[in-house]
């Protein structure tokens, strides 16, 4: 089959699940106009739905594309899932909330190119479908899926650095968040000030009529391959272990805008549902392996995503929030009131500490210890780490190699998402941060 007269590519993608939701995995391959098969990508996904596969193998080929160099360039993507095709064209809604941020992220990748979307017949799309399948065979032998011959788009070179990230869809217009009180620092375990809107989830493109069921999804990250434009071959890609960081729900603590460190307060029954939303958003998604901070609002979060997933909670004590000392439990203004001194020098020199407490640079060597452990015991894996505001913060700075007072300069929300990739012989990527589509 010819590319559509102007392509100069082709992308065929496909995703397989077995029992939808079922063990499933995507596959795709990028070819020429001539039908030369330039890079081929396939991955399992653990249990997910076909919808849910279906685009991640969408994204999954456009990143792969990316990689050759090809952006802005005509390009035919081929898919025989009617129900992707007509959403990204925009003839469909996308109704379904957990689809949303998926179809989100594959448009933002789609307009980096000229794009045709065509659907085909499901035998005229074996290609994609067989390397599904293959990946879901090898996840059920417990290996990872390998190209039988030729490129394969996720292997990189040994040194090269992975390639930036394609931007994100726009998103929908939240505003600036409003200023804290003055010096008011969002490292310690409190919500954004009143009034802070939550980052958004783009809004599905405009659509027309009714479709098929589309079923719930999780977003995706994968790691795309870059090389110079007009380089028509792949260049190998490293496997990352990524870090799925994931603040607490909410508690009585960050209701009341209140110092909680290590302290023990549960969620609140707002900060269970919202733990449950979190679950639900990373029950399509692969996640091998879930690590928590030991401190109950944490594992009551991880325990939800566990639930969802069939995977255990690892315990890590690293992994809890900063000790505030004397500290804990009070306001901001109540500790300005009380120790405007100490207060000071703590939000300029991470060696400072509250009464009784911890400094923020001990929290940093420690978090750092349980970082190297995480990765060293699940090498090339995805692990959801729940944890708290200030050691994922310190994660997210040393990632992008930021000074000390970039942790006063992040806002997190309660039960948020962001992902970090961390590569053996090269820097960490910081993919995502404070992602609450599943909130909404």
């Known amino acids: 089959m010819s590319a559509v007269a102007g392509a100069r590519f082709v992308v065929e993608a496909d995703g397989a699940a077995r029992g939808n939701p079922g063990p499933a995995g995507y596959g795709a391959v990028v070819k020429d106009a001539e039908g030369r098969v330039l890079a081929e990508t396939a991955e399992a996904i653990g249990v997910a739905t076909n919808n849910v596969a279906e685009y991640r193998g969408l994204i999954a080929g456009l990143r792969a594309l990316l990689g050759l160099g090809a952006e802005g360039e005509p ?14 064209s925009g003839r469909w809604k996308v109704k379904h909330e957990g689809l949303r941020p998926l179809a989100a992220e594959a448009a933002g990748l789609a307009r980096r190119f000229r794009v045709t979307w065509t659907w085909v017949p499901r035998e005229q799309n074996g290609h994609a479908d067989r390397l599904a399948n293959e990946a879901v065979d090898a996840a059920e032998r417990d290996e990872r899926w390998a190209p039988s011959g030729g490129p394969r788009a996720e292997a990189a070179a ?11 869809a726009p998103r929908a217009p939240a505003g600036p968040e409003p200023p804290s009180a003055a010096g008011v620092p969002t490292g310690p375990e409190a919500p954004p000030a009143p009034g802070a809107p939550p980052a958004s989830e783009a809004p599905p493109a405009p659509g027309a009529t009714a479709e098929p069921r589309d079923t719930g999804a999780a977003p995706a990250w994968e790691t795309g391959p870059r090389a110079a434009a007009g380089d028509r071959a792949p260049r190998p890609v490293r496997t990352a272990t990524s870090l799925l960081l994931i603040r607490h729900g909410e508690t009585p603590f960050s209701v009341e805008k209140r110092f909680s460190g290590v302290g023990d307060p549960a969620l609140t029954p707002n ?4 733990a449950e939303a979190l679950a639900r958003r990373l029950a399509g998604e692969q996640v091998d392996a879930i690590v928590s901070s030991p401190l109950k609002r944490a594992r009551q979060t991880a325990e939800a995503i566990a639930a969802r997933t069939g995977l255990t909670v ?5 992994l809890r929030e900063t000790d505030f000392g004397a500290w804990e439990g009070l306001t901001f203004a109540e500790v300005r009131q009380g120790w ?7 939000l300029r020199d991470p060696e400072a500490a509250p009464p009784g407490g911890e400094s923020f640079a001990a929290t940093a060597r420690r978090v750092e210890r ?5 990765i060293e015991a699940h090498p090339g894996r995805r692990v959801a780490v729940v944890s708290h505001v200030t050691p994922i913060k310190l994660l997210v700075s040393a990632a992008l190699n ?5 942790i006063h300069r992040m806002h997190l929300d309660l039960a948020c998402l962001s992902v970090i990739d961390h590569y053996a012989d090269g820097p960490a990527v910081v993919r995502l941060l404070n992602d609450t589509g ?3």
């Open 158 to 168: 040994p040194g090269a650095p992975p390639g930036p990230e394609a931007p994100q």
């Open 314 to 318: 690892e315990v890590e004590e690293d």
């Open 340 to 346: 405007p001194d100490l207060l000071t020098a703590w």
């Open 370 to 374: 349980a970082r190297r452990r995480i």
């Open 402 to 406: 930021a000074p000390f007072d970039a």
């Open 438 to 440: 599943h909130l909404r």
């Open 271 to 274: 900060g269970v549902a919202q």
């Open 75 to 88: 390009v035919e993507v081929r898919m025989d899932s009617r129900l992707v095709i007509e959403q990204m």
